[in-house]
Nanobody, 113 residues
């Protein structure tokens, strides 16, 4: 079955960096686009970044453009989210997603001011 396992979250000061990872299994990873979402308490879930199956096409929410970078390693069935210049408003649980229906358990990112 499809499994997505996120890691790499934590507590960081404003302006700091984190790198999230999402290890995938149970499907042919290289055939599917991958997405990172986030959800802060009391807010709707937000699509943060998308990467095509080959990694050649990426898209970002306006709120993270220029600060976050999504990438993937198809040999390792892993998608990454490099987050730089973090702000307190980036605080959320970050989830990876595939095929719209499958979600990881999430990893908490907390940015202190």
């Amino acid at each position: 079955q499809v499994q997505l396992v996120e890691s790499g979250g934590g507590l960081v000061q404003s302006g700091g960096s984190l790198r999230l990872s999402c290890a995938a299994s149970g499907f042919t990873f290289s055939r599917y686009a991958m997405r990172w979402y986030r959800q802060a308490p009391g807010k709707e879930r937000e699509l943060v970044a998308t990467i095509s199956s080959t990694g050649g096409i990426t898209n970002y929410a306006e709120s993270v453009k220029g600060r976050f970078t999504i990438s993937r390693d198809n040999a390792k069935s892993t998608v990454y989210l490099q987050m730089n210049s973090l702000k307190p408003e980036d605080t959320a649980v970050y989830h990876c997603n595939v095929m719209s229906d499958y979600w990881g358990q999430g990893t908490q990112v907390t940015v202190s001011s």
